[in-house]
T-cell receptor, first 109, second 114 residues
């Protein structure tokens, strides 16, 4: 099956600092999705990227899809304590989804 | 969030016993998925369904079976539970192909196999 590598595994930041998580695949992806899971909660869909080089923004979150469609990133500007959680990327291949191992973000107030 | 419920929410069982987890949706979504979540592994697909009585294997299907007799229900069965199946299990649904392909997740079931 398709493998999606995600780094880093953990990130601890001071509130107000920026945060970035990266996903990489050895194969070209048709699209990539991002999810957020709050502690004790379930994953919640954030966004889907489809086009090569695509950049989408949601307030302080910026999502990018690489030109070769083999990598993606999620960047959070000026983190807040509400950003705490685990962020997952997921590659969609036909009807199946392959999740990265996630980046757990901790934000110190 | 879509109306997705999972039952039970917590279960403790013994090795060798059968276990069935239920996922119920009220959104009439075509696709339903079962994932397990373990530390360091993210979410791994066990089985999925693309319609009533239509199912397919995911990447970690060994030891699991599924059934979907109605659009709204997707059952995951562990025929003979093992300690390696201790995990948090999430059900997810997705509407038909096209659009954002967004998956909606249920609240999860924490299963402990002793």
């Amino acid at each position: 099956g398709q493998q999606v590598m995600q780094i880093p595994q953990y990130q601890h930041v001071q509130e107000g600092e920026d945060f970035t998580t990266y996903c990489n695949s050895s194969t070209t992806l048709s699209n990539i999705q991002w999810y957020k899971q709050r502690p004790g909660g379930h994953p919640v869909f954030l966004i889907q990227l489809v086009k090569s080089g695509e950049v989408k923004k949601q307030k302080r979150l910026t999502f990018q899809f690489g030109e070769a469609k083999k990598n993606s990133s999620l960047h959070i500007t000026a983190t807040q304590t509400t950003d705490v959680g685990t962020y997952f990327c997921a590659a969609h291949n036909f009807n199946k989804f392959y999740f990265g191992s996630g980046t757990k973000l901790n934000v110190k107030p | 969030d879509a109306g997705i419920t999972q039952s039970p929410r917590h279960k403790v069982t013994e090795t060798g016993t059968p276990v069935t987890l239920r996922c119920h949706q009220t959104e009439n979504h075509r696709y339903m998925y079962w994932y397990r979540q373990d530390p360091g592994h993210g979410l791994r697909l066990i089985h999925y369904s693309y319609g009533v009585k239509d199912t397919d294997k995911g990447e970690v299907s060994d030891g699991y079976s599924v059934s979907r007799s109605k659009t709204e229900d997707f059952l995951l069965t562990l025929e003979s539970a093992t300690s390696s199946q201790t995990s948090v299990y999430f059900c997810a649904t997705r509407a038909s192909s096209g659009g954002a392909n967004e998956q909606f997740f249920g609240p999860g079931t924490r299963l402990t196999v002793l």
